[in-house]
């Protein structure tokens, strides 16, 4: 018995450990070139559902974005969330960015009752030093896309990702 109790203990530390592992920068190590900023952006439509458009990974990276900054703040406030911006330096060079557009709910159960739409995909673009880009997006039951554009001017750089129809998730890949 105590052998199964050590067991469990110390694949209880793997998983907690694992669930914890930080994000990675979206700077790669050792770069001292130019950069500009990346944001994170989102239709909020009430305190407990927003549409999230946001960077998942920069160049093959997991980074820190909107959705995860804004779960973590709102552990523990039920259907209430307040949504957390996010934004980081990257390269300016040529950057591959994994885009997603998601309908986010404050609760697991809301989005289960819900209707969640989600779009991804990968945009490579080369920022401009000094520039600031958002990824912005669009969720509709007949036409969904997500995009990075240039700040200032509204540009879009790279290519749109689009899905013409319904983006809707089924109720297992929410």
């Given at each position: 018995?105590?052998?199964?109790?050590?067991?469990?203990?110390?694949?209880?530390?793997?998983?907690?450990?694992?669930?914890?592992?930080?994000?990675?920068?979206?700077?790669?190590?050792?770069?001292?070139?130019?950069?500009?900023?990346?944001?994170?952006?989102?239709?909020?439509?009430?305190?407990?559902?927003?549409?999230?458009?946001?960077?998942?990974?920069?160049?093959?990276?997991?980074?820190?974005?909107?959705?995860?900054?804004?779960?973590?703040?709102?552990?523990?406030?039920?259907?209430?969330?307040?949504?957390?911006?996010?934004?980081?330096?990257?390269?300016?060079?040529?950057?591959?960015?994994?885009?997603v557009a998601r309908t986010i709910y404050a609760a697991p159960i809301l989005a289960?009752?819900?209707?969640?739409?989600?779009?991804?995909?990968?945009?490579?673009?080369?920022?401009?030093?000094?520039?600031?880009?958002?990824?912005?997006?669009?969720?509709?039951?007949?036409?969904?896309?997500?995009?990075?554009?240039?700040?200032?001017?509204?540009?879009?750089?790279?290519?749109?990702?689009?899905?013409?129809?319904?983006?809707?998730?089924?109720?297992?890949?929410?």
């Amino acid at each position: 018995m105590k052998k199964l109790l050590s067991r469990l203990a110390l694949l209880s530390s793997v998983v907690v450990l694992t669930a914890c592992a930080p994000f990675k920068t979206a700077i790669p190590d050792g770069y001292t070139g130019p950069t500009a900023v990346l944001k994170d952006s989102a239709n909020v439509m009430s305190t407990s559902k927003a549409d999230m458009y946001y960077a998942l990974t920069v160049d093959g990276n997991n980074i820190d974005n909107m959705r995860f900054k804004t779960r973590s703040q709102n552990e523990g406030r039920g259907m209430m969330m307040n949504v957390v911006g996010a934004e980081r330096k990257i390269p300016a060079r040529q950057t591959k960015v994994s885009v997603v557009a998601r309908t986010i709910y404050a609760a697991p159960i809301l989005a289960m009752a819900g209707t969640v739409y989600q779009v991804t995909g990968d945009i490579v673009f080369t920022p401009e030093p000094n520039k600031v880009y958002v990824v912005r997006g669009n969720l509709d039951e007949s036409y969904s896309t997500v995009w990075i554009e240039e700040e200032s001017t509204k540009t879009v750089v790279g290519e749109k990702v689009e899905i013409k129809g319904s983006a809707k998730l089924g109720f297992f890949e929410k």
